[in-house]
């Protein structure tokens, strides 16, 4: 016979059974076998595909001031970067309740993105213009060029996607879209669609660079590095700057003033092959660090990330240099 306390056990016991047993069927927004999550988990696109989709998506003023105005990280930019990727993880690969949590934090910061231009910035956009995180158009902007350096980054550095791949990745990444409050209608109904309205848009006289955002720009792409580091990790960041300046479109390379040779495409190109042919090798015959090193979170390097930006401040440096911690109004205030 159970003694009381020994009951009370067991009932615990089982309760914590049954909310583990839970948690494991709660696989959240995505199933396991999405392809988001697929996709996503590479960490080859993970730890680039960010930086790439800033570094485009600089060239739409509106994303950009609006983010530059409202963001707490004006002195840490790479902190920022860091949350921001943790929290798009949160959504990929949390439970229901982890990306619950994940876009209520966003929901309240988005509530203070909304303003106005303060200078012109090109034809499209002048001084006035209006900008808000939950603007139909520009939170679908924010997916679109998040959704885009995500599939370029796999096409790249993991394999080509299929055609239905494609198509299920960018479904998974509108219902992405959604979670974070674009209405489903701002975006197109399918990828052929997706994929004409954005070449388009990269083509058209709509982009534009404000100056911050150039500095900016060229530094996160390693177009300017303020503090080279010593070998082997010079090398290291090095190659991936090279991958994330390779991948960008010929406009937008221009834009920011990256001269790209014949000797640096040759060089972007073999470093993608290498990387992808890591990534063709039968997962049986892959040894458990290198493939622990190819899939997971980048939630690790990101938190390095952010402890390397710290000790640059208590070195007294900025990480970027020339950027002015204070928002437009606060320079220009009386």
């Not at 213009?129 to 158009?137: E, F, I, L, M």
């Not at 479904?171 to 070449?199: C, K, N």
Request: proline share 6%; hydrophobic share 40%.
């Amino acid at each position: 016979m159970l003694l009381p306390d020994a009951r009370v056990r067991v009932a615990m016991l089982s309760g914590e059974l049954d909310r583990e047993a839970e948690m494991a069927m709660d696989t959240g927004y995505f199933a396991d076998d999405s392809m988001i999550r697929r996709v996503m988990r590479k960490r080859a696109v993970g730890l680039t595909y960010g930086l790439r989709a800033l570094v485009i998506g600089a060239v739409h003023p509106l994303l950009y001031v609006g983010t530059a105005e409202s963001t707490e990280h004006r002195d840490t930019p790479y902190t920022r970067l860091a949350l921001t990727g943790k929290l798009f993880e949160a959504v990929f690969f949390g439970t229901r309740e982890e990306a619950d949590r994940a876009l209520e934090f966003t929901g309240k910061k988005h509530q203070k993105v909304v303003g106005r231009i303060p200078e012109d910035a090109g034809q499209h956009h002048p001084a006035g213009t209006a900008y808000s995180a939950y603007d139909p158009h520009l939170s679908f902007m924010t997916m679109a060029f998040t959704f885009e350096s995500a599939e370029v980054m796999y096409d790249l550095l993991v394999k080509r996607l299929t055609a239905g791949e494609r198509e299920g990745l960018y479904q998974d990444y509108v219902r992405w879209g959604e979670l974070f409050g674009m209405p489903r209608a701002a975006a197109p109904a399918d990828y052929r669609a997706f994929r004409e309205y954005f070449d388009g848009y990269l083509a058209s006289d709509e982009l534009f660079l404000t100056g911050e955002a150039h500095k900016v720009g060229n530094y996160l792409c390693g177009h300017v590095v303020p503090y080279p580091q010593p070998l082997p990790a010079r090398q290291v960041s090095s190659a991936y700057y090279l991958l994330v300046q390779g991948s960008l479109p010929e406009r937008i390379r221009q834009m920011y003033g990256i001269e790209w040779k014949r000797t640096d495409e040759l060089a972007y190109r073999g470093l993608a092959q290498s990387v992808r042919n890591a990534h063709s090798v039968p997962s049986l015959l892959v040894p458990r660090p290198v493939k622990t090193a190819l899939n997971g979170p980048s939630a690790p390097v990101y938190r390095l990330i952010t402890k390397q930006e710290q000790e640059l401040a208590r070195a007294g440096k900025r990480s970027m240099p020339g950027i002015d911690p204070r928002t437009w109004a606060e320079r220009n205030s009386a």
